[in-house]
């Protein structure tokens, strides 16, 4: 399968993130790339550098202030006495205020969902790369539905976009890489969907199209009643205005096992089949296997492979975007399970 | 004057806050109220107790959702593995997802406006404490405006209070002691000013009175286009519905001196008196001092005793109720000099 990745992930290393009242070290670190690029390459997959990102690709689903905080904030933050090497938020707009301050610290308050994002000098640049690599899978599954090539890639990046909004960072993302695929699939391809199988509710995916008709959101993710993001996710968001019904969330019970999950999938499938996308896109986490350090569900290898035959088996052209799934021995193998056995299922 | 002081203030003592992506220790220690009770004591005033708070006093301002997260929050939060001490939010419902999570790190997102309030297991006693002052020297006031006595006197409240809105701590403060001694007032009173002069703009205060015609809010404060709460404060907020006219801000440029202060002081004293209210509530912070450790004003103590004349002159009942003011070697002084001034003033 081809691989797409950018060895641009480094400039963004966060160090660290406030939880549970404490800072604490980033769970995202540049190891998780070098891992699953490892494990692609001892599958036998081609890894290959993205091509540059197709003019108004990122401006597409994310605003200019943004896109200017993201780029400009870490020398305006850096200029504050006493600040951290990282852009972190500690006052934020909330239900009783709105306004809009210019300040580095408002910026950051009106930018920044949480405490997990952190911006530092090299992440914008990093984010770019990300998206590049999104962008250049799904011209690949593009290119390969129409001329009968290759009906599926994988972009390996870092750092993950689904907890990103237009214009908010949040939860280890940035720039939203499965959203940005979809705008440019939505320029050749009238219905898309993404099917979200990171244990985080993709909150950032589903507030980017949850007013649109034209791009289906399904996500699978543990209940957010006690879990990241808290304030999205439950099953009752349906999408608003033209958008309804184009929003599916699944909300897990935490310590969700293979035949709950696999079963709840099939109900996003069924929701998939029946909007016949021309294209899937897939925010692909890890980290709802039970060896992830989270464990918050516990999907065994097994579960994994089994999903990718699934969805192998829709028959899409699907571009497989990587989300999160944090260090821990098991993180290259299920990559390396995901990827041949989706293959094999496809190949059938 | 009569000083109302409860030690119970003792019982919260936050740790830390986080402030340009690092957490330092708190400023809103204990030591500040002890530092002020001195001074009041040395200036001769007589110090005393609160009675019990009037039954719904602390109801009539904030929710029972909100009390029930003060009160019952830190045990929740103490049996989250890993937890910190005090409970401090790191992701917040914002502009794109309102979901109501009932577990505790949900409800601190809800809850709790920003990093620099964090809730121990001692912060809603001391909190009642402190609005058990600014009822009972709003009480005496009230009494002694209808009997010939004092008509004014001071509430020595900490935490403080006006950052705190009806259902959400904020900035060091968790329930809003001036708002409350407000709605004891609305009992007797058909119209109430509420003159802010601490630095921050008094976001909670605001907030919870936007809506009513009722109660005038004028706050002085330091512009928070890059200055605590940021997201208001600014002066085209002048509230809304039958509120609309009844809000009144007056941000000043970082670095604003007596001259300018006093100018923008008799813009608001020229609205209260226009409103002609039937009691004045002052959030008295000291924090606009040059001396402050805060430092973004520049007000001298001569200064802050000429405010205390001009206030006195407006010959209003008037409940003093502290807000902040930061360890510093003239912190006790200002609070002397300013009850002196008063005094003095309203003497003659």
Same mark, same amino acid.
């Given at each position: 399968?081809?691989?797409?990745?950018?060895?641009?992930?480094?400039?963004?290393?966060?160090?660290?993130?406030?939880?549970?009242?404490?800072?604490?070290?980033?769970?995202?670190?540049?190891?998780?790339?070098?891992?699953?690029?490892?494990?692609?390459?001892?599958?036998?997959?081609?890894?290959?550098?993205?091509?540059?990102?197709?003019?108004?690709?990122?401006?597409?689903?994310?605003?200019?202030?943004?896109?200017?905080?993201?780029?400009?904030?870490?020398?305006?933050?850096?200029?504050?006495?006493?600040?951290?090497?990282?852009?972190?938020?500690?006052?934020?707009?909330?239900?009783?205020?709105?306004?809009?301050?210019?300040?580095?610290?408002?910026?950051?308050?009106?930018?920044?969902?949480?405490?997990?994002?952190?911006?530092?000098?090299?992440?914008?640049?990093?984010?770019?790369?990300?998206?590049?690599?999104?962008?250049?899978?799904?011209?690949?599954?593009?290119?390969?539905?129409?001329?009968?090539?290759?009906?599926?890639?994988?972009?390996?990046?870092?750092?993950?976009?689904?907890?990103?909004?237009?214009?908010?960072?949040?939860?280890?993302?940035?720039?939203?890489?499965?959203?940005?695929?979809?705008?440019?699939?939505?320029?050749?391809?009238?219905?898309?969907?993404?099917?979200?199988?990171?244990?985080?509710? #993709?909150? %950032?995916?589903?507030? $980017?199209?949850?007013?649109? +008709?034209?791009? =289906?959101? *399904? !996500? /699978?993710?543990? &209940?957010?009643?006690?879990?990241?993001?808290?304030?999205?996710?439950?099953?009752?968001?349906?999408?608003?205005?033209?958008?309804?019904?184009?929003?599916?969330?699944?909300?897990?019970?935490?310590?969700?096992?293979?035949?709950?999950?696999?079963?709840?999938? #099939?109900? %996003?499938?069924?929701? $998939?089949?029946?909007?016949? +996308?021309?294209? =899937?896109? *897939? !925010? /692909?986490?890890? &980290?709802?296997?039970?060896?992830?350090?989270?464990?918050?569900?516990?999907?065994?290898?097994?579960?994994?492979?089994?999903?990718?035959?699934?969805?192998?088996?829709?028959?899409?052209?699907?571009?497989?975007?990587?989300?999160?799934?944090?260090?821990?021995?098991?993180? %290259?193998?299920?990559?390396?399970?995901?990827?041949?056995?989706?293959?094999?299922?496809?190949?059938?």
């Amino acid at each position: 399968m081809l691989v797409v990745h950018s060895e641009a992930h480094r400039r963004h290393a966060p160090r660290q993130f406030l939880v549970r009242g404490a800072l604490q070290p980033s769970a995202e670190q540049p190891e998780r790339a070098d891992r699953l690029v490892a494990a692609a390459r001892r599958g036998g997959h081609e890894v290959v550098a993205p091509g540059a990102l197709p003019a108004g690709a990122i401006e597409a689903v994310h605003g200019a202030a943004y896109l200017g905080f993201l780029r400009d904030g870490p020398a305006a933050w850096a200029a504050l006495p006493g600040a951290a090497p990282e852009i972190m938020p500690n006052v934020h707009p909330n239900r009783h205020m709105a306004g809009r301050p210019t300040g580095i610290v408002g910026l950051a308050g009106q930018h920044q969902a949480d405490t997990a994002c952190p911006v530092g000098a090299g992440t914008y640049d990093a984010a770019c790369a990300a998206a590049a690599c999104a962008a250049h899978a799904a011209a690949a599954v593009l290119e390969g539905s129409r001329s009968g090539g290759a009906r599926v890639a994988y972009a390996l990046c870092r750092p993950p976009g689904h907890h990103a909004y237009a214009d908010m960072a949040g939860g280890f993302c940035y720039l939203n890489n499965v959203a940005i695929a979809a705008e440019l699939a939505r320029k050749t391809h009238s219905r898309i969907a993404i099917l979200d199988i990171d244990v985080h509710h #993709g909150n %950032g995916t589903q507030g $980017i199209f949850y007013d649109r +008709p034209d791009v =289906l959101f *399904v !996500s /699978l993710h543990a &209940d957010p009643n006690s879990y990241y993001p808290f304030f999205a996710g439950y099953a009752d968001e349906r999408g608003t205005g033209a958008g309804i019904g184009a929003n599916l969330n699944l909300p897990l019970p935490h310590g969700t096992g293979d035949d709950v999950y696999l079963e709840a999938l #099939g109900r %996003g499938f069924a929701a $998939i089949r029946s909007f016949a +996308p021309g294209l =899937l896109l *897939v !925010s /692909l986490g890890f &980290d709802a296997s039970a060896h992830d350090p989270l464990g918050v569900l516990k999907l065994t290898e097994p579960g994994f492979a089994e999903i990718a035959r699934r969805m192998a088996a829709l028959g899409l052209p699907t571009v497989l975007i990587q989300e999160g799934g944090y260090l821990s021995d098991h993180l %290259g193998g299920l990559l390396a399970t995901f990827l041949g056995s989706f293959e094999a299922a496809q190949a059938k």
